[in-house]
């Protein structure tokens, strides 16, 4: 090989190893389906990195996936219609949100010891811990608006009136709260802090009910899952909608990992879309299961996790299709 040639080898071997971790970056798929015992009715996921569990809610009860050994290794009972869990690995805590009783369970999050309830007001749903405040946040589903926990004292200390019916929470870890408004194509951010309302980013001009909700905190960036099969990117300082990109149907979650800068957003057609978080281009439609719209990400090991269930009868109207008890499972995907 001549010396001017050793330039070019170089160059090309270079660019050959971009393009090689760029598809190996987005080239995820099923790598396990485990089923799980219990109701097929199910809400969010949530994973917390330091003990690799995976809180998932079904039914009346919260159960706790040890996803290294891949098993379940607990629960939390007694939660009638949980929709989320909120983990606050700093305080060894964790909430969850009880939609028919209109209550929080309180748990110790090292042995799921069940400390106690907390009053809501109607139908909580999604539920997140502010690391800023070391509040909870319980968005009330039926009743417009935010009640608030200390979780230091674990006392109800405030509640935030918002309107409308409330979806996804996500916090930039600086004082700030976005919460989605589904039926008014809205995203609200609240001071943490002060417990106002400070903006409304009306999202209508790409957004049609949006549900799902990750964040990009370094560079404060949103991603809303919509339910008129698009993604929205949104700078949370200004609501300014950075790109619309096309998702599959019934999109009910997204996330955002820091490190490989993508976006994914889960749809209940049975696709997980990836999307480059730094240009919004689609890298990757994976085929996950009919269902499977709700994820949850372990940002270490780059792996998502959905559930989903055999669809026993087809939705009617403007409602969930009829699932075949005793099929609720976990897909994981992973590159």
């Known amino acids: 090989m001549s010396n001017k040639s050793i330039p070019r080898f170089f160059s090309i071997l270079l660019l050959f190893s971009v393009v090689l ?21 199910w809400d969010y996921l949530s994973f917390e ?6 809180f998932i809610t ?54 799921l010891r069940v400390l ?3 009053p809501t007001e109607k139908k909580p749903d999604a539920i997140i811990f502010d690391p800023a405040t070391k509040r909870v946040f319980v968005a009330n589903g039926n009743s417009g608006t935010l009640t608030v926990i200390d979780a230091l004292s674990n006392r109800v200390v405030g509640t935030v009136a918002i309107g409308g019916k409330l979806e996804f929470q996500a916090v930039d870890a600086k004082g700030r709260l976005f919460v989605n408004v589904e039926d008014r194509n809205a995203l609200v951010v609240v001071d943490t802090a002060k417990l106002t309302v400070t903006a409304t980013y009306d999202l209508s001009a790409a957004c049609e009910s949006p549900t799902g909700l990750s964040i990009d905190a370094q560079s404060s960036r949103l991603f809303v899952g919509c339910r008129n099969q698009k993604m929205a990117v949104v700078d949370g300082n200004t609501g300014t909608i950075l790109a619309s990109v096309a998702v599959g149907k019934g999109c009910d979650a997204t996330a955002y990992d820091p490190v490989l800068k993508q976006a994914y957003a889960s749809s209940g057609d049975g696709t997980m879309t990836v999307v480059n978080g730094e240009s919004y281009a689609i890298e990757q439609v994976v085929a996950t299961l009919p269902t499977a719209r709700t994820l949850a990400l372990d940002p270490a090991q780059h792996v998502l996790y959905l559930v989903a269930a055999e ?17 609720f499972q976990l897909v994981t995907v992973s590159r």
């Open 21 to 41: 971790s760029q598809a190996m970056a987005s080239d995820f798929h099923v790598v396990s389906q485990q089923p799980v015992e219990g109701d097929t009715k």
């Open 311 to 327: 669809i026993e009868a087809p939705a009617v109207g403007d409602g969930r299709p009829k699932l075949r008890p005793g099929s």
């Open 116 to 118: 106690g309830t907390l």
């Open 49 to 54: 990195p330091s003990s690799h569990r995976l």
């Open 58 to 111: 079904h039914g009346d009860r919260v159960d706790v996936y040890d996803t290294l050994d891949k098993k379940v290794i607990g629960a939390v009972p007694n939660t009638p219609g949980v929709h989320g869990v909120a983990l606050a690995p700093e305080l060894d805590r964790g909430y969850t949100s009880n939609g028919l009783s209109s209550t929080v369970t309180t748990f110790e999050l090292s042995s």
